[in-house]
């Protein structure tokens, strides 16, 4: 092969590998939640009759990154909030509308992603389900273009082929933070995650988010790390205007009392540096 030829074929690799990058997403790892027909506990939550999978961490500003610099060039949807690139965010926004560019700070890919209202949390769902390739985030596991969001049925999703990314049920959180088939007098639930009736050592109280996974005392029985601190975590549980909240924070006004599994709250959807979220899938092989 000459010289002309092979610095020809050279280029087209570079150029399907560069085409490939583009359309294969990191997608959060997740952990399986097994042990479909449990019942719930004393406080109601808990029981799912399927078989799901939660993310193992909650969303990352280098995952929320990825997802910005696929659909939010002009960002008319205010993915982005402006506050992401201060103290406590970890995305920095350069160039204009039309063609703004997202990269992580340095130090924050593996924090969890802040600023983020419940309906962004939706969009990038959207956007796991329809594909790196699609830019579509108005409709997928979740219709916005209504202006009415019609929640998806859990159940029916699990039975697909494909899988389908949603926000977790309250429900299907709760028993991934909570529940441990394998308790000692037989399966049931923790008052905390880390598998224990006191308090784990977990980000509460600190002023600043930690890296995903850094607070092993927390881990559950399923395996999710941060379901007690880091970051409060939205769910798909909704209360007129509301919207459900769990798991307590870094900030600096909470306490160990938030991870208790009666702890939950009803909020309106809100950009803060303490709320984000992390993912479940339903169906597939």
């Not at 992401?84 to 130090?107: P, Q």
């Not at 600023?115 to 916005?144: A, H, M, Q």
């Not at 559950?220 to 924070?249: C, H, I, M, P």
Request: aromatic share 14%.
């Amino acid at each position: 092969m000459s010289g002309k030829k092979l610095t020809s074929f050279w280029m087209v690799i570079a150029l399907l590998l560069a085409i490939s990058a583009t359309v294969q997403a990191a997608v959060p790892e997740t952990v399986p939640v097994a042990d479909p027909g449990n019942k719930s506990d004393a406080t109601g939550y808990g029981g799912v009759a399927h078989v799901y999978k939660i993310g193992k961490y909650e969303v990352t500003n280098a995952e929320y990154c990825e997802f910005l610099n696929a659909v939010a060039k002009s960002d008319t949807r205010d993915l982005y909030d402006p506050r992401m690139a201060d103290e406590y965010g970890g995305i920095d926004r350069g160039g204009n509308a039309g063609s703004f560019t997202y990269t992580v700070k340095s130090g924050m890919s593996k924090k969890p992603v802040g600023y983020v209202t419940f309906e962004s949390c939706l969009r990038y769902i959207n956007w796991l389900t329809n594909g790196p390739s699609s830019t579509e985030t108005e409709k997928g596991t979740y219709d916005l273009k209504s202006g009415t969001i019609k929640l998806p049925n859990h159940g029916e999703l699990a039975k697909g082929e494909t899988v389908t990314w949603v926000m977790p049920t309250e429900n299907e959180w709760y028993k991934a933070a909570y529940y441990d088939p394998k308790k000692s007098g037989g399966a049931g639930y923790w008052q905390y995650p880390g598998k224990g009736y006191t308090a784990p050592a977990a980000n509460i109280n600190s002023n600043t988010p930690t890296d995903g996974g850094s607070n092993t005392a927390a881990l559950t029985a399923y395996g999710t790390y941060d379901q007690g601190g880091n970051q409060w975590e939205y769910n798909e549980s909704r209360f007129d205007d509301k919207v459900g909240l769990r798991g307590g924070s870094w900030y600096i006004n909470d306490n160990e009392g938030y991870m208790d599994a009666f702890t939950r709250y009803d909020v309106y959807s809100a950009k803060w540096p303490h709320y984000g979220f992390r993912v479940a899938a339903l169906g597939g092989k």
